[in-house]
């Protein structure tokens, strides 16, 4: 796969390590403050914001400058950024909201330079192996050892899992800095709004980003208030909360090493991915009182969700020009991330006015009815590579 993609995939662990941690220490901070579930949401909707605000003129910023630099320092950025919130973690709940606004503003660079450099790495038959990996090592990071370490963290101290995370994000800044890539001198500035155009036009990008959106959406709807889920429905700790999340990378980890095999075996992985999802959150919302039953049904549903993303990522990459990717990759991120805030404040809502299973009900019901009229023209996309030339 080569140096420079190891390199990448370090680096990528190393950070999402970090955010796993962020993901369990933030909403824990929150509760300290205060246990609203309408204001708890709200930290999820600050932190989801900036993929509404930032998406385009992060892919611009991708298609037009050199991205490994760019990458660099928007992890030093937010290495600065978890710094100050670990030390001024106790001040106000809206100091969060903005903490959590301008960590998820420098977000966005990276994930607009990941699709390229990913592209600039690697050879073309080789795109599923390097997306299921990433996605692997991600759900490692992300899911499973990240937000039991934050929740350990902060049980030990408050702002121990800030500190954490900010030295995670300084590691990967360092790994991605030996990189040995061509320097890339500034092109022309990009338009925009190219990418959202392109990728409006394209039938099959069209079919997959509205499901993608759809799926973010429900999943910032139950996770807006899952810290009171798992309190309050499944009685666990803090230190279990991280626990929780954990089973949550199970599958997904499962799901990004099998990936490749299962998209050149089977036809229909894809589409079985899409039905199986929501079946999965159904199960939590009806059947699930104790951590065990959540954990199977939560490992297929992150399995299901790999997969897809897999499929989905090394489709886009394949289709999309070079000279567009970063664009185009933003501008399903604006769509796709950018529904996350309103997921979040409708799910802090909902469960605020009908109760905690509320947004999961919810969540089904979209997702169930959205999937259903995309099977026939994902049916229609070359998104498995079964009975292609890509080997398995």
């Known amino acids: 796969m080569g140096r420079n993609w190891y390199l990448l995939w370090s680096g990528s662990a190393i950070s999402a390590l970090g ?129 039991p370490l934050g929740g350990l963290l902060f049980a030990i101290a408050v702002p121990a899992p800030f500190w954490v995370n900010a030295l995670t994000f300084a590691l990967a800044a360092v790994l991605v800095s030996k990189m040995r890539t061509e320097r890339k001198e500034p092109t022309a500035r990009p338009k925009v709004a190219e990418g959202l155009r392109w990728l409006m036009k394209h039938k099959a990008l069209r079919t997959i980003t509205v499901v993608s959106a759809t799926t973010n959406l429900c999943i910032a709807m139950t996770m807006a208030t899952l810290v009171l889920f798992a309190q309050q429905r499944l009685g666990l700790t803090n230190a279990g909360f991280g626990a929780f999340l954990a089973t949550l990378a199970c599958g997904g980890v499962a799901g990004g090493l099998l990936a490749e095999r299962l998209l050149a075996r089977y036809r229909s992985t894809v589409t079985a991915t899409v039905v199986l999802i929501p079946l999965m959150w159904l199960g939590i919302a009806t059947l699930a009182h104790d951590l065990a039953t959540v954990a199977a049904f939560a490992v297929v549903s992150s399995f299901c969700t790999a997969v897809w993303g897999v499929a989905t990522a090394s489709f886009r990459q394949r289709v999309v020009p070079t000279e567009l990717l970063g664009r185009v990759s933003s501008a399903q991120t604006l769509i796709t991330w950018g529904v996350q805030p309103v997921g979040a404040l409708l799910g802090g809502l909902t469960a605020d006015y009908f109760g905690l299973l509320a947004p999961w009900y919810v969540s089904v019901a979209l997702r169930t009815a959205v999937g259903l009229l995309s099977l026939t023209p994902l049916r229609r996309t070359a998104l498995s590579t079964a009975g292609g030339t890509h080997p398995a």
């Not at 760019?70 to 950024?81: E, M, N, S, T, Y």
């Open 19 to 147: 955010d796993g941690i962020f993901l369990a220490a933030l909403p824990l901070l929150a509760t300290t403050l205060t246990q609203d579930p309408k204001l708890i949401a709200g930290v999820s909707f600050f932190g989801a914001l900036p993929w509404l605000l930032v998406a385009l003129p992060a892919g611009a910023a991708a298609d037009r400058y050199d991205g490994r630099r760019l990458l660099i320092a928007a992890l030093w950025v937010q290495c600065v950024l978890m710094a100050l919130l670990a030390a001024f973690h106790s001040t106000h709940i809206a100091f969060l909201y903005g903490m959590a606004f301008l960590i998820g503003t420098a977000e966005n660079i990276p994930r607009a330079v990941g699709q390229p450099l990913i592209k600039a790495t690697v050879e073309n038959h080789l795109l599923e192996r390097a997306n299921g990996r990433l996605f692997a090592s991600q759900a490692v990071a992300l899911q499973f050892v990240g937000p």
